[in-house]
Every structure is written in C-alpha cells, then in structure tokens.
C-alpha cells in the first residue's frame, strides 16, 4: 500500500455529516465546525468559499477541501455584505431531492476531524482550500450519492458517509500528487517512511536508534543524517516531540491523571514523564492540567 494512502485509510467523518441543503440566493453560511478538514461539494448550481482573502467558486463536478480549524463562508456572492448564519456540517437541513424545480445550491458537506498525529502533520501543509474535479473514479461515486440522496435513501448514513470519505480521499490525493511537499516526501520515502508510521503506530515502544535504523534497512548513521534532511531533526527528538504532542492531547481529556498518561506514552513513571514534559513544554503536567477549561 503506498504510504499516503496508508495515512489516508484512518480519516473518517464523524457520524452524521452528510448535509443536502437547497439553498436560494442570498444566502451565507459561516460553517463552525472546528475541523481539520471540511469537505464542500456541489450537487446544483454554484456556490463560493470565502476562507481568507480570496473567494474560490465551486460548481458541479467540483470537491473542494478546506483546511480548518478556522471558520469559514459558504456564499452565493462574496461581495455583498450579509448576515452570515452559523452552522454545522451535521446541522445542515435536508431539502427534498436535488434541482427539485428549486433551482438553488445544493451541497455536500462532510467534517473531518482528524485526531492521528501523523495525518494532521501532513494535512498542514494543505493550502487553506484546494478545489479538484471529479476523475474517472470519483465522479461515479458522487454520482451514486446524488442518486441516494434523490430517491430519499439517507439512512443508511454509515454506507454515505464512507463514501463521502472517498471523495475526500481522491481531493487530497490528487493534491499531494500535484503538489509534492516536505512531509509528502517524508513519509514516502523509502528509509524515513517505516520509521515515520512505527513511531506514530506504537510511540511508547522503547525506540531506540539501532531498532529503527533496521526498520529502514540502513546504518544508524544513514538513518540518522536522512531523517533529519527530511524531517528537520534527528529521530529521537521527534519522538521526544512526537511523544510530549500526543500527551498534552491526553491530559486534556477528563479523568486523565499524571501516571496514567506516563505510561501511555512511554515513561516507566511519572517523575521522568514530568521531567520531559516540563523541559520540552516550559511547564509541569500537573500545572498544564489545572489551566485547561473543566
């Protein structure tokens, strides 16, 4: 399996994120969701994105990705001044079948929110919105959604939203292909790639740089001066780095507790964890914890 489509297996929508709204003119949806990536998709008529200072107009056959977690417009005309109505991907009305005699927008959506460390890592260096055209493999597919969504069949949420999945998978696909970028590179190449998914598969394993230097098939010393080109520091640091990241996300969660979280993340006891912790973020766990909101 190649090693983007590797990442890319584990990126979900989150439940009901399936929304098929006729919207008539004027209209302006800010969408709130928060999340790391929003797929946007026209099944009729056209619609523009507003994410920073240029507007992007998407049409039918169009799949645009925006990269969040900021907020964003959806919008029939960037340049008129309107109230904007917040919203959720999970929050959108149904509006009856598609071009209904309606002769609005109506729209997929689907939001992503991405909780694997290594994806998010790769999904940063995405512009704030990419904009693709459906290819051979994708166009069916939405084509197969519009059909479902036409004939009333949206309760099978599980099959659309996989498939919703599909037509995301295809956009930043095709975008890493076009568009080849630091951790793109990283994650396939040959050497830093196994070492890259071992550590983000299994970060609390006592690494060391004789086991993942036999990951890749190199000396020690080629893995080492590869990995930093790549990446931009040696292996073990961004473990450190890697291993710090994904314990702040674990102490943000209710009931978390210092030793708990240690273990989790690879130190034999929570004394050690502390010491990484506060040298690495400039703060105790325990002092990270009582700030963050109840």
């Not at 309606?102 to 991405?114: F, N, R, S």
């Not at 990241?245 to 943000?252: F, H, I, S």
Request: glycine share 8%.
């Amino acid at each position: 399996m190649e090693p983007l489509d590797d990442l890319l297996r584990g990126v979900r929508a989150d439940g009901a994120v399936l929304g098929t709204p006729v919207l008539s003119a004027p209209y302006a949806l800010r969408f709130t969701d928060a999340a790391a990536l929003t797929l946007i998709a026209p099944l009729h008529g056209e619609a523009w994105i507003v994410a920073d200072d240029k507007p992007v107009l998407v049409r039918p056959g169009d799949i645009a990705v925006v990269h969040g977690p900021a907020p964003f417009l959806v919008t029939d005309d960037p340049g008129r001044p309107s109230q904007a109505v917040d919203t959720h991907c999970d929050g959108l009305v149904e509006g009856g079948p598609p071009g209904a005699g309606t002769g609005g927008t109506v729209l997929l959506a689907g939001a992503y929110h991405v909780r694997q460390e290594l994806p998010r890592r790769l999904f940063d260096e995405l512009p704030r919105v990419i904009v693709a055209c459906d290819d051979q493999s994708c166009g069916p597919l939405r084509e197969y959604l519009e059909e479902r969504i036409a004939a009333g069949a949206l309760g099978r949420q599980v099959v659309l939203d996989r498939l919703l999945d599909w037509l995301l998978i295809c956009t930043v696909r095709d975008w890493f292909e076009a568009n080849e970028t630091p951790w793109f590179e990283a994650v396939g190449d040959p050497v830093v790639g196994p070492v890259l998914q071992a550590l983000h598969t299994t970060p609390a394993a006592p690494w060391t740089i004789a086991g993942l230097a036999a990951l890749g098939n190199v000396s020690r010393t080629t893995l080492a001066k590869r990995f930093a080109e790549l990446v931009g520091q040696p292996p073990l640091a961004y473990l450190t780095d890697l291993r710090m990241t994904l314990a702040a996300e674990l102490l943000d969660r209710p009931g978390a507790t210092v030793a708990a979280v240690a273990r989790q993340v690879g130190y034999a006891d929570a004394f050690s964890f502390s010491s990484a912790f506060k040298r690495e973020r400039g703060t105790s766990p325990s002092t990270y914890m009582s700030r963050q909101p109840a």
